[in-house]
Protein backbone atom coordinates (compact mmCIF):
# COMPACT_ATOMS: atom_id res chain seq x y z
CA UNK A 1 0.00 0.00 0.00
CA UNK A 2 1.05 3.61 -0.88
CA UNK A 3 2.44 5.94 1.83
CA UNK A 4 1.20 9.62 2.00
CA UNK A 5 2.73 12.49 4.59
CA UNK A 6 -0.20 13.92 6.82
CA UNK A 7 0.40 17.11 8.34
CA UNK A 8 -1.72 19.22 10.46
CA UNK A 9 -0.28 22.91 9.77
CA UNK A 10 0.31 26.36 11.35
CA UNK A 11 2.58 24.91 13.99
CA UNK A 12 5.76 27.08 14.06
CA UNK A 13 9.18 24.92 13.87
CA UNK A 14 11.18 25.21 16.66
CA UNK A 15 14.33 23.60 18.08
CA UNK A 16 17.56 22.23 16.17
CA UNK A 17 18.36 20.07 13.14
CA UNK A 18 21.34 18.23 12.29
CA UNK A 19 22.05 18.15 8.45
CA UNK A 20 22.64 14.49 6.63
CA UNK A 21 25.86 14.16 3.78
CA UNK A 22 24.71 16.13 0.22
CA UNK A 23 22.87 13.47 -1.72
CA UNK A 24 24.58 15.17 -4.86
CA UNK A 25 28.08 15.13 -3.63
CA UNK A 26 27.22 11.27 -2.51
CA UNK A 27 26.32 9.57 -5.45
CA UNK A 28 29.24 10.50 -8.04
CA UNK A 29 31.84 9.84 -4.95
CA UNK A 30 30.33 6.61 -4.11
CA UNK A 31 30.36 6.23 -7.93
CA UNK A 32 34.21 7.19 -8.27
CA UNK A 33 35.29 4.45 -6.14
CA UNK A 34 34.99 2.47 -8.73
CA UNK A 35 38.01 4.44 -10.18
CA UNK A 36 40.02 3.13 -7.04
CA UNK A 37 39.49 -0.48 -7.76
CA UNK A 38 40.17 -0.94 -3.80
CA UNK A 39 38.64 -0.30 -0.53
CA UNK A 40 37.13 3.05 0.45
CA UNK A 41 35.21 3.95 3.79
CA UNK A 42 32.90 6.58 3.10
CA UNK A 43 31.28 8.77 6.43
CA UNK A 44 28.24 11.33 6.27
CA UNK A 45 26.72 9.41 4.06
CA UNK A 46 22.79 10.35 3.38
CA UNK A 47 20.02 6.83 4.32
CA UNK A 48 18.05 8.08 1.02
CA UNK A 49 16.74 5.73 -1.65
CA UNK A 50 18.84 7.17 -4.21
CA UNK A 51 21.87 5.75 -1.91
CA UNK A 52 20.06 2.51 -1.58
CA UNK A 53 19.51 2.43 -5.61
CA UNK A 54 23.00 3.46 -5.91
CA UNK A 55 24.45 0.86 -3.58
CA UNK A 56 22.21 -1.87 -5.47
CA UNK A 57 23.92 -1.14 -8.58
CA UNK A 58 27.63 -1.43 -6.97
CA UNK A 59 26.83 -4.64 -5.63
CA UNK A 60 25.41 -6.33 -8.76
CA UNK A 61 28.52 -5.01 -10.88
CA UNK A 62 30.45 -7.06 -8.45
CA UNK A 63 31.15 -4.66 -5.19
CA UNK A 64 30.90 -5.42 -2.17
CA UNK A 65 29.25 -2.86 -0.19
CA UNK A 66 28.93 -2.86 4.00
CA UNK A 67 27.18 -0.57 6.39
CA UNK A 68 29.46 -0.24 9.33
CA UNK A 69 27.14 2.65 11.05
CA UNK A 70 24.07 4.24 9.86
CA UNK A 71 26.08 6.83 7.81
CA UNK A 72 29.72 5.27 7.21
CA UNK A 73 30.00 2.73 4.59
CA UNK A 74 32.52 0.36 3.02
CA UNK A 75 32.95 -0.23 -0.52
CA UNK A 76 35.38 -2.50 -2.07
CA UNK A 77 35.27 -2.02 -6.02
CA UNK A 78 38.21 -4.66 -7.31
CA UNK A 79 35.49 -7.18 -8.49
CA UNK A 80 33.56 -4.83 -10.79
CA UNK A 81 32.72 -5.92 -13.85
CA UNK A 82 32.41 -3.39 -16.43
CA UNK A 83 28.77 -2.53 -18.14
CA UNK A 84 27.40 -4.84 -15.44
CA UNK A 85 25.00 -1.97 -14.53
CA UNK A 86 21.40 -2.81 -14.52
CA UNK A 87 19.04 -1.29 -16.92
CA UNK A 88 15.87 -1.15 -14.51
CA UNK A 89 17.95 0.23 -12.06
CA UNK A 90 19.98 2.68 -13.38
CA UNK A 91 16.92 4.04 -15.05
CA UNK A 92 15.57 5.39 -11.95
CA UNK A 93 18.48 7.64 -10.89
CA UNK A 94 20.41 10.59 -12.44
CA UNK A 95 23.31 10.04 -11.14
CA UNK A 96 23.92 6.90 -12.50
CA UNK A 97 25.39 8.61 -15.54
CA UNK A 98 28.44 9.01 -13.59
CA UNK A 99 29.05 5.38 -13.95
CA UNK A 100 29.50 6.07 -17.55
CA UNK A 101 32.66 8.17 -16.54
CA UNK A 102 33.64 5.63 -14.40
CA UNK A 103 33.90 2.74 -15.90
CA UNK A 104 35.55 4.98 -18.92
CA UNK A 105 38.24 6.04 -16.26
CA UNK A 106 38.54 2.60 -15.18
CA UNK A 107 38.20 0.32 -18.04
CA UNK A 108 38.56 2.43 -21.11
CA UNK A 109 35.15 1.92 -22.24
CA UNK A 110 31.91 2.01 -20.90
CA UNK A 111 27.90 0.33 -21.00
CA UNK A 112 25.56 1.83 -19.21
CA UNK A 113 21.35 2.34 -19.52
CA UNK A 114 20.04 5.59 -20.56
CA UNK A 115 19.75 7.36 -16.79
CA UNK A 116 16.47 8.31 -15.07
CA UNK A 117 16.24 11.51 -12.33
CA UNK A 118 13.20 13.38 -11.79
CA UNK A 119 10.92 14.83 -14.88
CA UNK A 120 12.12 18.88 -14.41
CA UNK A 121 12.56 19.05 -18.14
CA UNK A 122 14.99 17.44 -21.31
CA UNK A 123 17.89 15.94 -19.81
CA UNK A 124 20.26 15.56 -22.57
CA UNK A 125 23.71 14.44 -22.13
CA UNK A 126 25.67 16.42 -25.26
CA UNK A 127 28.40 18.08 -22.81
CA UNK A 128 29.37 15.26 -21.36
CA UNK A 129 29.73 13.09 -24.99
CA UNK A 130 31.64 16.35 -25.74
CA UNK A 131 34.10 15.82 -23.42
CA UNK A 132 34.22 12.01 -23.38
CA UNK A 133 35.01 12.35 -27.37
CA UNK A 134 37.53 15.46 -26.06
CA UNK A 135 39.23 12.47 -23.83
CA UNK A 136 39.56 9.90 -27.28
CA UNK A 137 36.67 8.07 -26.99
CA UNK A 138 34.28 7.43 -29.20
CA UNK A 139 30.42 7.16 -27.82
CA UNK A 140 27.00 5.90 -29.24
CA UNK A 141 23.91 5.91 -28.07
CA UNK A 142 21.45 2.62 -29.27
CA UNK A 143 18.82 0.85 -28.02
CA UNK A 144 18.61 2.13 -24.17
CA UNK A 145 22.07 2.43 -23.82
CA UNK A 146 24.77 4.56 -23.92
CA UNK A 147 28.40 2.79 -25.07
CA UNK A 148 31.82 4.50 -24.89
CA UNK A 149 35.11 3.11 -25.97
CA UNK A 150 38.48 4.52 -26.08
CA UNK A 151 40.40 2.15 -28.07
CA UNK A 152 43.62 3.78 -27.46
CA UNK A 153 43.05 4.40 -23.64
CA UNK A 154 41.84 8.20 -22.61
CA UNK A 155 43.97 10.64 -23.18
CA UNK A 156 44.12 14.56 -21.80
CA UNK A 157 42.97 17.63 -23.71
CA UNK A 158 40.84 20.57 -23.16
CA UNK A 159 37.26 20.21 -22.74
CA UNK A 160 35.09 23.30 -23.05
CA UNK A 161 31.77 23.24 -22.21
CA UNK A 162 29.09 25.39 -24.07
CA UNK A 163 26.74 25.55 -21.04
CA UNK A 164 27.55 25.03 -17.11
CA UNK A 165 26.60 21.49 -16.26
CA UNK A 166 27.02 19.48 -12.97
CA UNK A 167 26.98 16.39 -14.31
CA UNK A 168 28.83 16.51 -17.39
CA UNK A 169 31.56 18.46 -15.50
CA UNK A 170 31.55 15.52 -12.73
CA UNK A 171 31.89 12.82 -15.09
CA UNK A 172 34.70 14.63 -17.12
CA UNK A 173 36.60 14.10 -13.65
CA UNK A 174 35.85 10.54 -13.99
CA UNK A 175 36.69 9.82 -17.28
CA UNK A 176 39.98 12.07 -17.03
CA UNK A 177 41.76 11.31 -13.12
CA UNK A 178 43.41 7.74 -14.76
CA UNK A 179 44.10 9.50 -18.41
CA UNK A 180 47.26 9.51 -19.74
CA UNK A 181 48.71 13.39 -19.95
CA UNK A 182 46.82 16.56 -18.67
CA UNK A 183 43.18 17.66 -19.27
CA UNK A 184 42.09 21.19 -18.90
CA UNK A 185 37.86 21.63 -18.35
CA UNK A 186 37.26 25.36 -18.87
CA UNK A 187 33.49 26.27 -17.98
CA UNK A 188 32.86 24.04 -15.17
CA UNK A 189 30.40 24.08 -12.42
CA UNK A 190 31.55 25.06 -9.37
CA UNK A 191 29.32 23.52 -7.28
CA UNK A 192 30.47 22.64 -3.86
CA UNK A 193 29.84 18.66 -4.60
CA UNK A 194 31.92 19.25 -7.81
CA UNK A 195 34.64 20.40 -5.01
CA UNK A 196 33.63 17.29 -2.92
CA UNK A 197 34.01 14.83 -5.44
CA UNK A 198 37.65 16.28 -6.79
CA UNK A 199 38.47 16.40 -2.94
CA UNK A 200 37.69 13.15 -2.31
CA UNK A 201 39.84 11.59 -5.59
CA UNK A 202 42.90 13.62 -4.46
CA UNK A 203 42.63 11.96 -1.28
CA UNK A 204 42.68 8.75 -3.44
CA UNK A 205 45.87 9.95 -5.03
CA UNK A 206 44.46 11.66 -8.11
CA UNK A 207 46.09 15.38 -9.07
CA UNK A 208 43.09 17.14 -9.83
CA UNK A 209 43.91 21.54 -9.20
CA UNK A 210 41.05 24.27 -9.38
CA UNK A 211 37.58 22.81 -8.57
CA UNK A 212 35.07 25.19 -7.86
CA UNK A 213 36.69 27.66 -10.10
CA UNK A 214 36.68 28.62 -14.02
CA UNK A 215 39.04 26.28 -14.68
CA UNK A 216 40.10 22.62 -13.74
CA UNK A 217 43.09 21.14 -14.35
CA UNK A 218 43.85 17.61 -13.74
CA UNK A 219 46.92 15.52 -14.21
CA UNK A 220 46.37 11.72 -15.19
CA UNK A 221 47.81 9.02 -12.66
CA UNK A 222 48.52 5.96 -13.49
CA UNK A 223 46.69 4.24 -10.48
CA UNK A 224 43.92 5.73 -7.44
CA UNK A 225 43.94 3.77 -3.69
CA UNK A 226 41.28 3.67 -1.45
CA UNK A 227 40.88 5.97 1.49
CA UNK A 228 38.46 7.31 4.12
CA UNK A 229 36.47 10.61 3.24
CA UNK A 230 33.59 11.96 4.89
CA UNK A 231 30.83 13.96 2.78
CA UNK A 232 30.17 17.30 2.30
CA UNK A 233 26.74 18.48 4.15
CA UNK A 234 23.47 18.87 1.95
CA UNK A 235 22.88 22.72 1.12
CA UNK A 236 19.73 21.70 0.14
CA UNK A 237 18.39 19.67 2.52
CA UNK A 238 19.98 22.93 4.88
CA UNK A 239 17.99 25.09 2.40
CA UNK A 240 15.05 23.44 2.97
CA UNK A 241 14.76 23.31 6.67
CA UNK A 242 15.79 27.08 6.52
CA UNK A 243 12.94 27.94 4.81
CA UNK A 244 10.42 25.92 6.40
CA UNK A 245 11.53 27.99 9.70
CA UNK A 246 10.88 31.32 7.98
CA UNK A 247 7.41 30.03 6.01
CA UNK A 248 6.09 28.82 9.56
CA UNK A 249 7.31 31.72 11.43
CA UNK A 250 9.54 29.63 13.86
CA UNK A 251 12.77 29.51 15.20
CA UNK A 252 15.38 26.98 13.79
CA UNK A 253 18.81 25.89 14.37
CA UNK A 254 19.95 24.51 11.54
CA UNK A 255 23.82 22.02 12.49
CA UNK A 256 26.78 20.45 10.76
CA UNK A 257 25.98 23.05 7.87
CA UNK A 258 29.14 25.01 5.68
CA UNK A 259 27.45 28.90 5.93
CA UNK A 260 29.49 29.94 3.28
CA UNK A 261 26.98 27.28 0.96
CA UNK A 262 24.16 29.09 2.07
CA UNK A 263 25.18 32.82 1.53
CA UNK A 264 23.09 32.61 -1.61
CA UNK A 265 19.80 31.51 0.39
CA UNK A 266 20.55 33.17 3.71
CA UNK A 267 21.05 36.98 1.87
CA UNK A 268 17.32 36.32 0.35
CA UNK A 269 15.78 34.98 3.21
CA UNK A 270 17.41 38.29 5.29
CA UNK A 271 16.39 40.76 1.79
CA UNK A 272 12.62 39.29 3.32
CA UNK A 273 13.33 40.15 6.53
CA UNK A 274 13.72 37.25 8.06
CA UNK A 275 17.23 36.36 10.68
CA UNK A 276 19.59 34.21 9.77
CA UNK A 277 22.54 34.02 12.49
CA UNK A 278 26.07 31.73 11.85
CA UNK A 279 27.73 30.36 14.84
CA UNK A 280 30.17 27.56 13.66
CA UNK A 281 28.68 25.56 11.39
CA UNK A 282 25.06 26.28 12.06
CA UNK A 283 22.35 28.57 11.15
CA UNK A 284 19.89 30.08 13.57
CA UNK A 285 16.80 31.22 11.07
CA UNK A 286 13.34 33.42 12.57
CA UNK A 287 11.74 35.40 10.87
CA UNK A 288 9.72 37.87 13.26
CA UNK A 289 6.96 39.26 11.27
CA UNK A 290 5.44 38.56 8.05
CA UNK A 291 8.32 37.70 4.91
CA UNK A 292 8.52 40.44 2.73
CA UNK A 293 8.09 39.95 -1.26
CA UNK A 294 11.39 39.22 -2.89
CA UNK A 295 12.57 38.16 -6.88
CA UNK A 296 14.46 34.64 -7.22
CA UNK A 297 16.52 33.75 -10.25
CA UNK A 298 17.95 30.20 -10.73
CA UNK A 299 21.54 30.26 -11.66
CA UNK A 300 24.36 27.53 -11.27
CA UNK A 301 26.66 27.93 -8.20
CA UNK A 302 27.49 30.61 -6.29
CA UNK A 303 23.98 31.61 -7.61
CA UNK A 304 20.58 30.75 -6.30
CA UNK A 305 20.00 26.84 -6.62
CA UNK A 306 17.80 25.81 -9.15
CA UNK A 307 17.14 22.55 -6.66
CA UNK A 308 15.84 24.96 -3.99
CA UNK A 309 13.47 27.06 -6.33
CA UNK A 310 10.39 25.44 -5.64
CA UNK A 311 10.65 25.79 -1.94
CA UNK A 312 11.52 29.20 -2.53
CA UNK A 313 7.92 29.70 -4.12
CA UNK A 314 6.23 28.30 -1.94
CA UNK A 315 7.87 30.58 0.91
CA UNK A 316 6.79 33.39 -0.86
CA UNK A 317 3.03 32.58 -1.86
CA UNK A 318 3.13 34.30 1.96
CA UNK A 319 4.95 36.77 1.93
CA UNK A 320 3.91 40.21 1.70
CA UNK A 321 3.29 41.43 -2.07
CA UNK A 322 4.43 39.88 -5.45
CA UNK A 323 7.59 38.02 -5.88
CA UNK A 324 8.91 36.91 -9.50
CA UNK A 325 10.76 33.64 -9.47
CA UNK A 326 12.64 32.77 -12.38
CA UNK A 327 14.10 29.45 -13.52
CA UNK A 328 16.64 29.58 -15.99
CA UNK A 329 18.41 26.12 -15.08
CA UNK A 330 15.66 23.46 -15.70
CA UNK A 331 12.86 24.32 -18.47
CA UNK A 332 10.04 22.70 -16.71
CA UNK A 333 10.28 23.04 -13.15
CA UNK A 334 6.64 25.23 -12.24
CA UNK A 335 4.77 21.79 -12.56
CA UNK A 336 3.72 21.96 -8.79
CA UNK A 337 2.44 24.97 -9.09
CA UNK A 338 -0.94 23.44 -9.77
CA UNK A 339 -0.31 21.91 -6.81
CA UNK A 340 -0.02 25.08 -4.88
CA UNK A 341 -3.25 26.51 -6.03
CA UNK A 342 -5.19 23.99 -4.43
CA UNK A 343 -4.43 25.65 -1.04
CA UNK A 344 -5.17 28.91 -1.96
CA UNK A 345 -2.21 30.18 -3.36
CA UNK A 346 -2.27 33.23 -6.46
CA UNK A 347 0.88 31.63 -8.65
CA UNK A 348 0.96 32.11 -12.46
CA UNK A 349 3.55 30.67 -14.54
CA UNK A 350 4.60 32.84 -17.78
CA UNK A 351 7.15 31.23 -19.10
CA UNK A 352 10.41 30.89 -17.16
CA UNK A 353 8.94 33.10 -14.54
CA UNK A 354 6.43 32.29 -11.95
CA UNK A 355 4.50 35.57 -10.89
CA UNK A 356 3.15 35.00 -6.92
CA UNK A 357 1.28 36.93 -5.23
CA UNK A 358 1.44 36.62 -1.71
CA UNK A 359 -1.51 35.45 0.27
CA UNK A 360 -2.55 35.64 4.10
CA UNK A 361 -2.32 32.27 4.35
CA UNK A 362 -2.45 28.50 2.65
CA UNK A 363 -5.35 26.00 3.05
CA UNK A 364 -4.63 22.02 3.89
CA UNK A 365 -5.29 19.95 0.56
CA UNK A 366 -4.18 16.85 -0.85
CA UNK A 367 -0.72 17.44 -2.76
CA UNK A 368 0.83 15.65 -5.24
CA UNK A 369 5.14 15.15 -4.82
CA UNK A 370 5.62 15.78 -8.32
CA UNK A 371 9.27 15.38 -7.97
CA UNK A 372 12.22 15.44 -5.11
CA UNK A 373 12.30 19.12 -4.43
CA UNK A 374 8.65 19.86 -5.49
CA UNK A 375 7.97 17.66 -2.86
CA UNK A 376 9.56 18.79 -0.11
CA UNK A 377 8.29 22.33 -1.23
CA UNK A 378 4.16 20.56 -0.56
CA UNK A 379 5.74 19.52 2.36
CA UNK A 380 6.40 23.00 3.22
CA UNK A 381 3.32 24.65 2.29
CA UNK A 382 1.61 21.73 4.57
CA UNK A 383 3.46 22.94 7.65
CA UNK A 384 2.73 26.26 6.87
CA UNK A 385 -1.24 26.22 5.86
CA UNK A 386 -3.60 25.88 8.45
CA UNK A 387 -5.83 22.52 8.38
CA UNK A 388 -5.00 19.49 7.56
CA UNK A 389 -2.23 18.29 4.03
CA UNK A 390 -1.70 15.18 3.08
CA UNK A 391 1.15 14.29 0.33
CA UNK A 392 1.38 11.43 -1.93
CA UNK A 393 3.68 10.05 -4.36
CA UNK A 394 6.77 10.39 -1.21
CA UNK A 395 8.65 8.11 -2.99
CA UNK A 396 10.25 10.82 -5.25
CA UNK A 397 10.62 13.07 -1.42
CA UNK A 398 12.44 10.31 0.05
CA UNK A 399 14.54 9.78 -2.90
CA UNK A 400 16.54 12.73 -1.09
CA UNK A 401 15.61 13.55 1.87
CA UNK A 402 16.93 11.40 5.05
CA UNK A 403 14.42 11.18 7.73
CA UNK A 404 12.44 14.52 6.75
CA UNK A 405 9.73 13.00 8.73
CA UNK A 406 10.99 12.52 11.81
CA UNK A 407 13.58 15.54 12.21
CA UNK A 408 10.74 17.86 11.30
CA UNK A 409 8.23 16.30 14.37
CA UNK A 410 11.46 16.65 16.04
CA UNK A 411 11.19 20.66 15.69
CA UNK A 412 7.85 20.14 17.02
CA UNK A 413 5.64 19.62 13.31
CA UNK A 414 2.18 17.86 13.94
CA UNK A 415 3.58 15.66 10.70
CA UNK A 416 2.93 11.81 10.13
CA UNK A 417 3.12 9.14 7.60
CA UNK A 418 0.31 6.61 7.23
CA UNK A 419 -1.03 4.24 4.41
CA UNK A 420 -3.27 5.52 2.05
CA UNK A 421 -6.74 4.07 2.34
CA UNK A 422 -8.42 2.29 -0.80
CA UNK A 423 -11.39 5.26 -0.59
CA UNK A 424 -8.54 8.12 -0.53
CA UNK A 425 -6.79 6.21 -3.99
CA UNK A 426 -9.60 6.94 -6.28
CA UNK A 427 -9.47 10.56 -5.06
CA UNK A 428 -5.76 10.90 -5.86
CA UNK A 429 -5.48 9.10 -9.11
C1 LIG B 1 22.54 18.03 -11.02
C2 LIG B 1 21.84 17.63 -9.73
C3 LIG B 1 20.47 18.27 -9.65
C4 LIG B 1 20.57 19.78 -9.86
C5 LIG B 1 21.36 20.13 -11.11
C6 LIG B 1 21.62 21.62 -11.27
C7 LIG B 1 22.70 15.42 -9.20
C8 LIG B 1 22.46 13.96 -9.16
N1 LIG B 1 21.71 16.19 -9.71
O1 LIG B 1 21.77 17.53 -12.09
O2 LIG B 1 19.92 18.00 -8.37
O3 LIG B 1 19.25 20.32 -10.00
O4 LIG B 1 22.65 19.46 -11.07
O5 LIG B 1 22.27 22.13 -10.14
O6 LIG B 1 23.72 15.92 -8.77
N2 LIG B 1 22.50 20.13 -19.89
C9 LIG B 1 22.68 20.07 -21.25
N3 LIG B 1 23.54 19.12 -21.75
C10 LIG B 1 24.23 18.26 -20.95
C11 LIG B 1 24.03 18.34 -19.56
C12 LIG B 1 23.16 19.29 -19.05
O7 LIG B 1 22.09 20.83 -22.01
O8 LIG B 1 24.98 17.44 -21.46
C13 LIG B 1 21.58 21.14 -19.33
C14 LIG B 1 20.41 20.51 -18.57
O9 LIG B 1 19.37 20.16 -19.45
C15 LIG B 1 20.02 21.62 -17.63
C16 LIG B 1 21.37 22.28 -17.32
O10 LIG B 1 22.26 21.89 -18.34
O11 LIG B 1 19.20 22.53 -18.28
C17 LIG B 1 21.96 21.90 -15.97
O12 LIG B 1 22.05 20.48 -15.89
P1 LIG B 1 23.15 19.75 -15.01
O13 LIG B 1 23.93 20.76 -14.23
O14 LIG B 1 23.90 18.80 -15.88
O15 LIG B 1 22.26 18.95 -14.01
P2 LIG B 1 22.40 17.45 -13.54
O16 LIG B 1 23.85 17.09 -13.43
O17 LIG B 1 21.51 16.61 -14.36
Not at 80 to 105: D, Q
Amino acid sequence: MEEKIVINGGIPLRGSVAISGFKNAALPILVATILTADVCVLENIPAIRDVEKTFEILTAMGGRVKMLGRTTVEIDTRNIECGSSPLELVSKLRGSTYLIGAELGRFGRAHVGWPGGCDIGNRPIDQHIKAFEALGATVTTDGGYIDVIAENGTKGNSIYFDSTSVGATANSILAAVLAEGTTVIENPAKEPHIVDLANFLNTCGASITGAGTDVIKIKGVSKLHGCTYSIIPDMIEAGTFMIAAVATGGRVRVDGVIPKHMDCLSAKLEEMGAIVEEIDDSLIVSCPNRPERTNVKTLPYPGFPTDLQPQMATLLCLANGVSHVTETVFENRFKYVDELQKMGAKVRVDGKTAIIEGVDGLTGAWLKAIDLRAGAAMVIAGLAASGTTCVYNIGSIERGYDNIVEKLRSLGADIKKAYIAPAEEAAIS
